[in-house]
């Protein structure tokens, strides 16, 4: 009988795995990097002012930081008023015992006085201030910013008005202080808003809480992976 005819090898069909060619190892990295740098790129876009999302939660956020400011404004200038009509200057009413005192005092300088010769210098200085916090109020999506910023901009505003328009003369107008701290610092509401809101703003840095705070990753648009 005659032998069995073995099977010619190359008439058989290669596997897919043996049809495939080998794929370099650098290769396959540099498809992989896209991927690692995707959860950078969403956390990004999750506080970018071109985002939507941040964008309506700005909108819904600005009127409540506006009205703080605003409340502020009106109840400095408002007690500020009262105290210009109703105390004498430099003369004390006692509060609480002798720790806290109406004093009226008109302030040229900055705090305790300082700088009372470069009034228009102070005066440029709060005017830079009030316009790079307004530029800030623009972006903020945060309601705890929103407090700590609205009370330094409602502070900021109300002092600035005070070396616009008061007396002596414009842009040199002093400011009108009248809560005397024991005998050491006499200021306004401004002054306490302004304090309340500096410390406000360092807590939240230090916390590291953004000004653009994320939407829950739920309510974020799917992205669309690169095939």
Request: net charge negative; glycine share 8%; hydrophobic share 50%.
């Amino acid at each position: 009988m005659p032998a069995a005819e073995r099977p010619d090898d190359s008439a058989v069909p290669a596997t897919d795995a043996e049809a495939a060619p080998a794929v370099p190892a650098e290769a396959m990295r540099a498809e992989a990097a896209p991927t690692e740098a995707a959860p950078t790129e969403t956390a990004d876009a999750r506080t970018s002012l071109a985002n939507p999302a941040v964008r309506r939660r700005i909108r819904r956020v600005l009127p409540w930081t506006l009205l703080l400011a605003f409340g502020v404004i009106l109840l400095d200038q408002a007690t500020k008023f009262w105290a210009v009509t109703e105390l004498e200057p430099g003369v004390g009413y006692p509060v609480i015992g002798d720790a806290i005192e109406w004093r009226l005092v008109y302030n040229p300088g900055a705090a305790f006085g300082i700088g009372g010769d470069y009034t228009w210098i102070l005066t440029a200085v709060a005017a830079i201030a009030v316009v790079a916090i307004a530029v800030f109020v623009s972006r903020i999506s945060s309601t705890r910013w929103a407090i700590a910023i609205g009370s330094l901009f409602g502070g900021a505003i109300s002092h600035l008005g005070d070396r616009l328009f008061r007396e002596p003369a414009f842009a040199r107008g002093e400011i009108v202080d009248f809560i005397d701290y024991f005998g050491f610092f006499i200021g306004n509401v401004a002054d306490i808003a302004l304090v309340l809101g500096a410390i406000g703003v360092a807590l939240l840095s230090v916390l590291a809480v953004s000004p653009t705070r994320p939407e829950p990753a739920s309510a974020q648009p799917e992205t669309t992976r690169a095939p």
